[in-house]
């Protein structure tokens, strides 16, 4: 018990000490403006900051509530199945390639049913505070869609999985972290082209005055932003947003219709650049490096925490030892998703600045972030320990300062 302990524990420190190391490496290391000190209270009335954490409190928790049910299924599937599960299993083992097909499908089709009562409440809320613009049937649509997606995609994951572990026994990890990186490759590469239409329209961004804009601003940067979209986010959110997104000749720029037709061309302008900082920077391949530095060790730890729950894996192991597989991945995803948002906030705060720079107006910037904020009922400065586990960006109220210190040094 005690050597698989230590072993357990090195793969844990070997996950963190890659974590650690990539983001330190791949940081942008130039460029960034230090925020000026903000009162949310200069920005936003007293109503406004009271409704987004009547929002975003409850969301929040909603959330966390989720990301419990499902662990709590997965670890009771894998460690405390109950009978009629194991004799699904039992069954599943005699025929391995098709019980890890059906496994794998059968652990997305559980988790989105326990999953489900919580999304709804989660929609309805959003539906309440005006900022999801979704229809049930709708919504229903869009979870049906999601679901037949997920499922052929998980139970060839079940099959791809059982065979690396029956092929390479205690060196599964090794071949798995390269599967990993080449999903994380396709994944970018294929979704926008292959998932992202089905569930939005996108249209090339049609000449005139944004568009001249656009190529006025990549001309500036001197770079090659691909296509520039138009999506009608509207249809589902009030929100807005804007996004980069494939690689090669899928890469692109998305902007939300809500955006274009809702900002002012100096916000939209603003927008526009910070995108186009995140390829100037080569944002993506930055993420796709990140993820295969710290691949090789996660993986490990996942194997060691597979182990620990199912047992070592033997060249004849079958679909049963899925649920262990999928519960270990589960957490090593979590905790090396949470380590990469402190790469994710410096690489906005990167873009951030790279977009005051090319444009030159702070108040601009300043009024976006504002704007945004209130349109999608965000936090101005969350919770603190929300912000370092959860947050991907800088807070409003960081990026407000950044414009001020800007526009001061000006």
């Known amino acids: ?18 974590a650690g190391v990539a983001t330190f490496l791949l940081r942008p290391r130039g460029g960034l403006i230090d925020a000026a000190a903000v009162d949310p209270t200069a920005y936003f009335s007293a109503a406004e900051l009271q409704r987004a954490n009547d929002f975003r409190d409850p969301q929040r928790l909603i959330g966390l509530a989720s990301i419990g049910v499902s662990g709590v299924t997965l670890a009771v599937l894998s460690l405390r199945p109950p009978a009629a599960v194991r004799r699904l299993m039992t069954r599943a083992d005699r025929r391995p390639w098709l019980g890890a097909a059906g496994v794998g499908a059968g652990l997305a089709l559980v988790l989105t049913a326990v999953g489900l009562p919580l999304s709804a409440v989660a929609h309805q809320r959003a539906v309440d505070v005006g900022l999801s613009t979704r229809s049930w049937p709708g919504w229903v649509g869009d979870v049906g869609l999601s679901t037949a997606i997920e499922l052929p995609l998980a139970a060839g994951g079940g099959v791809l999985a059982l065979a690396l572990v029956r092929r390479f026994r205690r060196r599964w990890w090794l071949p798995a972290a390269g599967v990993i990186v080449a999903l994380g490759v396709a994944s970018v590469f294929l979704v926008p082209i292959l ?9 090339p961004l049609p000449g005139g005055p944004l568009r001249t804009e656009v190529v006025r601003l990549a001309d500036r940067a001197g770079i090659d932003v691909g296509e520039v979209f138009r999506v009608d986010a509207s249809k589902r959110t009030t929100g807005a947003n804007a996004y980069v997104g494939g690689l090669g000749s899928t890469k692109r720029v998305v902007l939300y219709d809500n955006l274009i037709e809702d900002f002012s061309p100096d916000q939209v302008r603003s927008v526009v650049a910070h995108e186009m900082g995140h390829v100037k920077h080569g944002d993506l391949r930055r993420g796709l490096l990140w993820l295969a530095i710290v691949a090789l060790p996660a993986a490990l730890l996942v194997q060691r925490l597979t182990e620990r729950m199912a047992g070592p894996p033997e060249r004849d192991s079958g679909p049963s030892v899925l649920p262990a597989l999928a519960l270990s991945l589960a957490l090593v995803s979590f905790a090396v998703g949470c380590a990469g948002n402190v790469l994710s906030r410096r690489v906005e705060a990167s873009a951030d600045a790279f977009a005051l720079r090319i444009t030159g107006e702070p108040a601009a910037f300043i009024a976006l972030e504002r704007r945004l904020a209130t349109s999608n009922v965000a936090q101005p400065k969350p919770p603190a320990l929300t912000q370092l586990l959860f947050g991907t960006h800088p807070t409003t109220v960081e990026r407000i300062g950044v414009g001020e210190a800007f526009a001061r040094s000006r």
Do not use: D, G, I, Q
Request: no cysteine.
């Open 1 to 18: 018990m005690s050597r698989h302990r230590s072993r357990l524990s090195l793969a844990l420190v070997a996950t963190a000490a890659a």
């Open 195 to 203: 998932v992202e239409p089905l569930f939005n329209k996108f249209e």
